[in-house]
Nanobody, 127 residues
Framework: QVQLVESGGGLVQAGESLRLSCTAS????????MGWFRQAPGKEREFVAA????????YYADSVKGRFTISRDDAKNTMSLQMNSLKPEDTAVYYC????????????????????WGQGTQVTVSS
């Protein structure tokens, strides 16, 4: 049984930073790739960032590249998303996901969907 719990969301002003965390339960956390998606009101869930097993590979949506950094600590079964220079358009519910693979063969492998999901954490950026 895989359980993912996000934390760290909140209300900030444009230009400020937030750090989201995802804590995973279940075996072999370090054997799988992990990622973040987000869903804004009235919009579909979209890919934000992904990280392969061991952290060797990281991938970002163009909209967050250069501002967000994804990382993982396999010893603690945690994954983080450091979000800097936040914009109002970053406002969304952010979801942690675990993929069923360690790496990705195609872009669509990580942008389409994960296998397991957390309950989400709200991030609101005011202008």
């Amino acid at each position: 049984q895989v359980q993912l719990v996000e934390s760290g969301g909140g209300l900030v002003q444009a230009g400020e930073s937030l750090r989201l965390s995802c804590t995973a339960s279940g075996r072999a956390f370090n054997a799988y790739a992990m990622g973040w998606f987000r869903q804004a009101p009235g919009k579909e869930r979209e890919f934000v960032a992904a990280i392969t097993w061991g952290g060797a590979g990281t991938y970002y949506a163009d909209s967050v590249k250069g501002r967000f950094t994804i990382s993982r600590d396999d010893a603690k079964n945690t994954m983080s998303l450091q979000m800097n220079s936040l914009k109002p358009e970053d406002t969304a519910v952010y979801y942690c996901t675990r993929y069923n693979s360690a790496t990705f063969a195609y872009t669509s492998s990580y942008t389409s969907s994960g296998a397991y999901w957390g309950q989400g954490t709200q991030v609101t950026v005011s202008s």
